[in-house]
């Protein structure tokens, strides 16, 4: 019933459980792969199993936390970790310490996913009371902790209320029931059930800021995919390619966005058909030992990450001499994964280029990959700057290559693809623009390829600066991004 992948086509007669885990670096450790794994067995063999689908994400950072919750739909989210009592429950930041969100941000993100369909949360977290009480002025049904919860107690409710309900029973006979469990452990008063038709309004102390959609200048990775806009119709183009196409390469200039149409455009498409292995690497300026690295990975999963190191060395080594060539290992791997195609992604493939200073190894390295895409389990996309496309021309069996199998070529967006990159994602945390800012925007950053970053940028920190989920066009003099650059 675990999936790694979001299923945005459930059947509205499927109940959606998603179990957002996590347990930072610094808490003490929890047993959270047996809370889960408890839940996921008693749901399998309930006689109302086919009416209720469990999703697990790991939810470490809060982008994590709300991406989940965007991706799977779920209407009963769970979240399984630490909690404290004012400061909120425990993830991490970017440097990976522990980080809080408090009730007033749970609050304000539980306001926009009540509206998706939402309508139950169980924070089984210590102390987590707070929470639950902000987040019912919103949802229908909010189980929080009032104190701590032993380990064993917490998977003992969370078994207990997921099996009546899924035996077709309420949710307030399934709190009960998980209550009852508690007993034996003295703890049957610390969950608390709160419906939202039952409770006073809490005004919050300040207004909350949503998370911020946009990335700044950085590209848009697979689990940015909810809030990657304006590029479908190339991304359709793309995937029509690599389809059809054993190499399709990934053209334009510096900053066009040719890294986020693959990793938040395409991945995430051809993973709903699950019939492809994808691989990413980047050439550096070892690119046979990046390539060995992805293939023992895929031949060797059980083997430990030290022992993989040094069989990836070897296997390098033999590749780069000839010893031992790509098409051989590939029949290998179909062995292992039959049925299933090798799609490898090799980004920023100019740094073959720049960084790779041996040309006899640069044409093994194309050779290799050029002998691969012959095979019918292998696919090669790549991206690649478009001042570097002479070198890639310069050598005739890659020019040959890209005569026969056509390229994708990336420009800058129109206004309208630019458009919806400015105001879609904001709609998704129902934030607003003021009438014409978008066009103001637009009109200050212009259409070369290269000012995606820049736009990007513009938009991160205009969202800091909202008021009562508006941007508006003071927010936008105030920070002066355009004066900037």
């Known amino acids: 019933m675990d999936s790694t992948q979001p299923n945005h086509s459930n059947s509205p007669d499927i109940k959606t459980i998603l179990i957002l885990a996590a347990d930072p670096e610094g808490t ?20 109302k199993r086919e009416q209720f689908k469990l999703e697990q994400k790991w939810a470490v950072r809060q982008r994590d936390f709300y991406r989940a919750i965007l991706d799977y739909q779920p209407q009963i989210v769970h979240f399984s970790g630490h909690g404290t009592e004012f400061n909120g429950i425990v993830l991490e930041n970017e440097t990976n310490e522990p980080a809080f969100i408090n009730a007033d941000a749970l609050s304000s993100m539980f306001k926009l996913f009540a509206t998706k369909g939402v309508e139950c949360v169980v924070l089984n977290a210590c102390y987590s009371e707070v929470q639950a009480k902000a987040i019912s002025q919103h949802v229908n049904y909010v189980i929080g902790m009032n104190r701590t919860i032993g380990d064993k107690a917490a998977i003992a409710f969370s078994v207990a209320f997921y099996d009546a309900l899924a035996a077709g029973e309420q949710m307030e006979f399934a709190y ?21 038709d039952q409770i006073t309004i809490i005004q919050p102390l300040f207004d909350v800021i949503p998370p911020n959609p946009y990335l700044g200048l950085a590209a848009f990775t697979e689990v940015d995919a909810a809030f990657f806009f304006g590029r479908e119709t190339f991304v359709n183009g793309l995937l029509e390619a690599v389809n059809k196409q054993p190499l399709v390469g990934v053209i334009g200039p510096s900053g066009s966005g040719k890294s986020s149409v693959v990793y938040a455009g395409l991945f995430p498409q051809l993973r709903i058909s699950g019939n492809r292995l994808i691989e990413s690497i980047r050439p550096g300026d070892r690119p046979f030992y990046q390539l060995a690295s992805v293939l023992v990975r895929l031949l060797e999963p059980e083997t430990g990450e030290t022992a993989q190191l040094r069989v990836a060395v070897g296997l390098a080594a033999d590749m780069e001499l000839g010893r031992i060539t790509l098409p051989t290992v590939m029949s290998r791997l179909n062995e292992r994964q039959t049925g299933k195609r090798l799609l490898l992604f090799i980004d920023q493939f100019e740094e073959l280029y720049t960084l790779c200073q041996n040309k006899e190894v640069i044409e093994r390295f194309v050779d290799a990959l050029l002998a691969a895409i012959n095979l019918d389990n292998f696919i090669l996309v790549f991206t690649l700057r478009a001042d570097f496309y002479n070198f890639v021309l310069a050598y005739r069996p890659f020019r040959d290559a890209l005569q026969q199998f056509s390229p994708q070529l990336l420009s800058s967006m129109n206004r309208e693809e630019c458009k919806r990159a400015i105001e879609q994602p904001a709609q998704k945390m129902s934030v607003s623009l003021e009438a014409q800012l978008t066009a103001r925007i637009l009109d200050d950053v212009g259409n070369e390829p290269g000012n995606l970053p820049l736009l990007e940028f513009a938009l991160t920190q205009l969202w800091s600066l909202q008021q009562k989920r508006l941007l508006t066009h003071q927010a936008y003099n105030d920070v002066g991004i355009m004066e900037r650059f």
Do not use: F, M, N
């Not at 469990?181 to 939202?196: D, G, H, R």
């Open 28 to 47: 003490s450790r929890l047993q959270l792969d047996k809370e889960v794994r408890e839940i996921d067995e008693g749901l399998r063999r309930a006689s």
């Open 176 to 196: 009960e029931l998980g209550c009852s469990l508690l007993i034996s452990y003295s703890e049957q008063q610390t969950p608390v059930l709160l419906k939202k």
